[in-house]
């Protein structure tokens, strides 16, 4: 029986190859898709997934693959080897005498537990673990993984601050401390880029700040925010500011910050500051006031779109125009209005949009992204939406205020209520704002919700009593923010979770060029995580808020969606306890220059837009145009750049305002001496002497 099959198996070797066409990159002369079990529809889905035309000899991309990790599992497959012999020989070496019974016991439980689990993860995970620091250690266990892309259910392990592990079922000593994250949600923890902590206005500050501010972002699931440096304008001074306001937050901050610089004016010392500021200092987006004192013309404005080109920065506008405002603001308060209606009155929703075009049109001219930022009205949200439909590079972030409240409380009898609603932009009147905002959202017209939390108490908004222009405008929202957002779209059909993680949290991650060490829940990311639980609730209120401010304008609404846990930095700041912030505990986070989220379509758009000179054949400098043809006319039939002879050609005389005579033509009946027809190739015969006095048809002299 050998024999025979060692025969054959010689035979087959000699044999001629088959004359059969070989299929590329498949394999098989007669590619069929396998079947499971034989049944009609059980077509295996994957057969032919991953493969691709290649010579025969070569290897497939296919094959590449199951090769690499054929030999990463071996790889990882002999480390386990080598760790298992020093763990036994270190277990050689161990004393058992030391090991209570009590203590032998306690372990042989815990090991029961946990060989009652499905284990997947790896030798040198494990180890990992056992290794590692127990006050550092933390298992999230049991939830709903939700990123910006997918979501699934794992284990969260925590370690030094930052995510080891996220697999099912992960194995963790006895003495890691576990939060039972069961029919719960696992968020990266959200990122609030728009606030005003401590924020001048004339004589006064806001009441939050960097202290209170950050502990209510806490409370809130928030464990980044993004805050604004306004330039003193004593100084001037980019750089001096931005160090002021860094002084001003580190020693107070008790979850992780980043800073953006506010430009009011443009001029060679702006431009040296905002690239000492990128390279030097970790900025990377510069809020443009179209509000500010200092006057920003459309020259000064594409200037500085220019250099945001050039640095890789983002220019984020304040769409208001400040000219405009404060005439119509002066027409408003002579009209008799002093109230807060009359601030809604001066900022006429037309002029807002005018701006947000007027910059969209720039920075598209400069080459530039655009980031609008605080929309709060359905005008300027449908620009930036046609505006994308165009292929323009613009992103727009809403302010949370605009998706719970409108403008109808600014009417409310109290002044006290309606000038706690007093924000820049304004809130509209327009119904259903908010809905068609959060649709907007939704489809991914807009990208970010931010509080644009700047709050001031009853007797700093009492400075403009008697005038609405004195008002200090800022409310609250950077506690409320996540939970609006959650109970307004996620709740209502419109956003499903990975988006609403996209909103509150990855996108500003991208924006300021952070992710993934931000807003993703992976292996390697800070360990800033919030346990959700999407059904829980809690009623608005000013009474239990933890920050400063002695109002809350989504006082008494109910919100369901709360942050029951939240992680800062490996550390839980909010359980069933409350808040355990500690000040001083936040860092400073710099953001790199050129972020992909806003740079990789310009990039691509600046190659397929590139202008490009048109190659001309040259004109000798000798040339000049014949006598006979004063135009410069050309014949298209000819060679480029070769004239006409001046009798090929009619040219119509010029009229008394300079212009050609186009009611003059070259055709003639009588065949004009001298003169040819421009389309006869027959030369013109001479005149036969005859001349015709009469038109065909006879001359009439009578009236009819």
Known sequence: MSEASDSSSKSSANATPS?????????????QPRVKQNAMFGHVVDAFDEKSIVKIGEITPYEKK???????????????????????????????????????????????????QIVTDSSAAERLILGSNAESRLLIKGGKV????HSFDADVYIEDGQIKLVQPNIQVPPDTKIIDASSKLVLPGGIDASTHLQRPFRAIYSVDDFYSGTKAALSGGTTMIVDCVEPDKSSGSLIESFEKWRQKADEKVCCDYSLRVVVRSWSDQVAQEMEVLTKERGVNTYIIALESDESLDDSSLYQIFKHCKRLGVVAQIRTENLSIYKQKAKEVFDDGITGPEGFLYSRPEEIEAEAVNRTIA????????????????????????????????VFGEVT?????????????????????????????????????????????????????????????????????RKIPPGVNGVAERMSIVWENAVLQGK????????????????????????????????????????????????????????????????????????ICRGR??????????????????????????????????????????????????????????????FDSRSPCGTPLASGDIYSRPPTKSGGRNMQDSSFSLSGMA?????????????????????PPGGRTTQLW
């Not at 004359?19 to 590619?31: A, D, K, M, Q």
């Not at 939700?146 to 892309?149: E, G, I, S, T």
């Not at 709060?376 to 439909?389: G, L, M, P």
């Open 495 to 566: 956003m499903d979770p990975c988006r609403f993680v996209a909103v509150t949290s990855t996108n500003a991650a991208k924006a300021f060029n952070v992710y993934p060490r931000k807003g993703r829940i992976a292996p390697g990311s800070d360990a800033d995580i919030v346990v959700w639980d999407p059904e829980a609730s809690q009623t608005v209120s000013a009474k239990t808020q933890l920050n400063r401010c002695d109002f809350n304008i989504f006082e008494d609404l109910t919100l369901r969606g709360l942050a029951k846990h939240v």
């Open 400 to 468: 949370v205020a605009s998706l719970a409240v409108d403008g109808s409380h600014y009417f409310n009898k109290c002044w006290r209520h309606a000038a706690g609603y007093v924000m820049s932009s304004p809130l509209r009147t327009w119904p259903n704002t908010s809905s068609y905002l959060i649709n907007l959202l939704a489809n991914g017209d807009l990208h970010l919700v931010c509080s644009d939390h700047s709050t001031f108490n009853a007797e700093q908004k009492a400075l403009g009593k008697d005038d609405f």
């Open 66 to 116: 199951k090769r690499a990790q054929e030999e990463l599992q071996k790889a990882a497959e002999a480390a386990a080897a080598a760790a298992a012999a020093v763990d036994a020989e270190e277990d050689k070496a161990d004393d058992e005498s030391n090991v209570s019974p009590e203590e032998h016991s306690a372990s042989e439980d815990v090991k029961v537990d946990y060989e009652a």
């Open 362 to 393: 720039l920075g598209s001219q400069a080459g530039s992204p655009v980031y609008i930022t605080n929309i709060a009205n359905r005008t300027s949200a449908d620009i930036v939406e046609k505006s994308r439909r165009k292929g323009k590079c």
């Open 146 to 149: 939700v990123n910006d892309d």
């Open 674 to 694: 001298n003169i040819e027809q421009v389309d006869d190739p027959i030369t013109a015969k001479k005149s036969c002497g005859y001349r015709i006095n009469q």
């Open 572 to 633: 839980i700041v909010v359980d069933d306890d409350g808040v355990h912030e500690v000040q001083g505990h936040g860092r400073f986070v710099a953001n790199p220059s050129n972020p992909e989220f806003f740079y990789r379509k310009v990039w691509f758009k600046e190659k397929a837009d590139q202008i490009r000179a048109v190659d001309r054949d040259l004109i000798d400098d000798g040339f000049q145009t014949p006598a006979g043809n004063a135009g410069g006319y």
């Open 19 to 31: 004359t059969e066409p070989i299929w590329l990159g498949i394999g098989s002369p007669r590619p």
